[in-house]
């Protein structure tokens, strides 16, 4: 009789490297940036995590927000954690159009409401980022944001 076969063991896919992580910032950062102008960089007040934040150029009231005060809206913004990269993108949960130009892919890394989790950046996960900063932004023309 033989022997039944083992089980494969299940292996641990490796954490991302610092410099591989740091690659997939740089990139997420390299396209927010040219949204700077017409929106401008705020600060994302995290200490010693490399991050950037893009807000609108003047201050917006959003109802039901901030006490119908006016505030410099996020727009979107990236951070390097320890083990992937944030990439925020503001009003992806509330807005269903929105949500339809991201790609499966991007969707698959969302991990919040508004937040994607980033463990690499291949081209076209760059351009599906691309995408929905695009769309985003003209959601923000049209509200008179920007």
């Avoid at 934040?53 to 979107?76: D, I, M, R």
């Amino acid at each position: 009789m033989a022997k039944p076969a083992k089980a494969k063991a299940k292996t641990k896919s490796p954490a991302p490297s610092k410099n591989s992580l740091q690659e997939v910032y740089d990139g997420i950062a390299e396209l927010l940036n040219r949204h700077v102008p017409p929106f401008k960089i705020g600060d994302l007040a995290v200490r010693e995590k490399p991050s950037l934040q893009l807000v609108t150029p003047k201050p917006v009231t959003v109802a039901g927000a901030y006490g119908g005060k006016p505030v410099n809206w996020q727009f979107a913004a990236v951070i390097r954690q320890k083990d992937y990269v944030g990439f925020y993108l503001m009003g992806v949960h509330s807005n269903a159009e929105l949500k339809k130009k991201a790609s499966a892919a991007l969707l698959k890394t969302l991990k919040g409401k508004s937040c994607f989790h980033l463990k690499s950046l291949d081209d076209q996960m760059r351009k599906d980022i691309a995408i929905v900063l695009d769309a985003s932004a003209g959601i923000y023309k049209q509200r008179g944001w920007v």
